[in-house]
């Protein structure tokens, strides 16, 4: 039951990890870091010999075109997938030397994860979904309702608390799938697509408010998208990947 939610939402259990360092000055880190698939006689390298630095407070953008390995690595950053060569760290810890368990406390305590599919719990309220990865912390009751209504005021959903994912329109529901990524604190939020089911009005407004929580809260943000000015509006950094590699990483343009 556990793990099924926990795929659902891509957040879990959240034991606390005394030895994470959030104070680092590097939030993700990898080094010749490659993810390989195996298709019959043919092997893909979705991610094939990354190494790239990301300091903590950075806003940045994973460009490339559909099938270059954006999410892969994103995933990777996650530690919701291994790598098959190379070292992936965040906040210089190894991913790679970490049990499951391990990895499935760290991506509780510090790294939140938004879909271009929300996947939020359709018989759940706002506030049930956004209560969830508190719950399957066990986190205690009052502190569960401070931080669910610290994280969906943060996105500006207080007065839809008892609606329904199918009562909200699609930013919202974005909206709702950002506040409980938010809801545990993480130090890193990771974002694949995030506007990529809204109309650009409504995905300007998730980019704001990514924006808000980057400047804020300082938190850490890697951002999928393939839509280049987005990217270069909102953005400090742009790497951008073809055929799992990194083409270029650089600043804006
Ligand atoms: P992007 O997010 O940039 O569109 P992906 O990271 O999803 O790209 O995919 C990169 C490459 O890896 C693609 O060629 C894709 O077909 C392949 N790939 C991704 N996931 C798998 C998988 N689970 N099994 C086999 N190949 C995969
Ligand atoms: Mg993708």
Redesign the pocket.
């Known amino acids: 039951m556990r793990s099924n939610i926990e795929r659902v939402i891509n957040s879990n259990d959240m034991g606390t990890l005394g030895t994470a360092s959030t104070s680092s000055r590097i939030a993700i880190r990898t080094e010749h870091l490659s993810r390989h698939?195996q298709?019959g006689s043919t092997l893909?390298r979705?991610a094939n010999d990354v190494t790239l630095s990301i300091p903590a407070g950075e806003f940045v953008a994973l460009l490339?075109s559909?099938?270059?390995?954006?999410?892969?690595?994103l995933n990777l950053m996650a530690g919701l997938d291994r790598p098959s060569e190379g070292a992936i760290f965040a906040h210089e810890r190894n991913l790679a030397e970490m049990s499951s368990d391990e990895l499935a406390k760290h991506r509780s305590h510090t790294i939140g994860i938004v879909f271009q599919a929300f996947n939020l719990l359709p018989r759940m309220t706002l506030e049930e979904n956004v209560e969830l990865p508190l719950r399957l912390a066990e986190v205690e009751r009052n502190e569960r309702m401070t931080r669910v209504r610290e994280a969906v005021d943060r996105v500006r959903l207080t007065t839809r608390l008892s609606h329904r994912p199918s009562e909200l329109s699609g930013g919202e529901q974005q909206r709702a799938a950002l506040a409980r990524a938010l809801v545990n604190r993480p130090t890193i939020l990771l974002a694949d697509e995030p506007t990529g089911n809204l109309d650009s009005k409504t995905g300007d407004e998730i980019m704001e408010l990514l924006r808000e929580i980057n400047e804020g809260l300082g938190m850490t943000i890697v951002m999928?998208t393939h839509e280049q000015p987005r990217a270069e509006r909102f953005a400090h950094r742009m790497i951008r990947?073809a055929d799992?590699k990194v083409m270029s990483d650089g600043g804006q343009g």
């Open positions: 698939y298709m893909v979705a490339g559909s099938g270059s390995g954006k999410s892969t690595l999928v990947m799992g």
